[in-house]
């Protein structure tokens, strides 16, 4: 089933999106005329473009996007400790847990 994306607008503003069948943008207006965004203030409903989302503005005529991507800047992937570090955390917690400490270890390892 083919869907559009309709942005539900107050004051120019993407408040919220909703996804309605690709040929049923008419229902979409009828809500808005019915009221079933009054809560949130929406005036108007439009087909989102691909690519927009809640907060960008729309002006009657022209999308804008709150926080356009920047062409150029490579998103970068969030820094993640190596997996050594992570097994060594999660080994430590794990000790934690169980209520193992330093010194049992150093002990259960001479007494063999």
């Given at each position: 089933?083919?869907?559009?994306?309709?942005?539900?607008?107050?004051?120019g503003?993407?408040?919220?999106?909703a996804v309605?069948?690709?040929?049923?943008?008419?229902?979409?207006?009828e809500?808005?005329?019915?009221?079933?965004?009054?809560?949130?203030?929406a005036?108007?409903?439009?087909i989102?473009p691909?690519?927009?989302?809640?907060?960008?503005?729309?002006?009657?005529?022209?999308?804008?996007?709150?926080?356009?991507?920047?062409?150029?800047?490579?998103?970068?992937?969030?820094?993640v400790?190596?997996?050594?570090?992570q097994?060594?955390?999660?080994n430590?917690?794990?000790?934690?847990?169980?209520?193992?400490?330093?010194?049992?270890q150093?002990?259960?390892?001479?007494?063999?």
């Amino acid at each position: 089933m083919d869907t559009i994306n309709v942005a539900i607008i107050s004051n120019g503003v993407v408040i919220d999106v909703a996804v309605f069948k690709a040929d049923d943008f008419s229902t979409a207006q009828e809500f808005l005329k019915q009221g079933v965004w009054d809560a949130c203030n929406a005036d108007e409903v439009q087909i989102l473009p691909e690519g927009f989302n809640i907060g960008d503005k729309f002006d009657g005529e022209n999308w804008t996007m709150q926080n356009p991507p920047r062409e150029g800047v490579p998103m970068l992937p969030p820094k993640v400790p190596p997996i050594s570090h992570q097994v060594a955390e999660l080994n430590h917690l794990m000790d934690t847990i169980l209520g193992v400490n330093e010194n049992d270890q150093n002990l259960s390892s001479t007494a063999g």
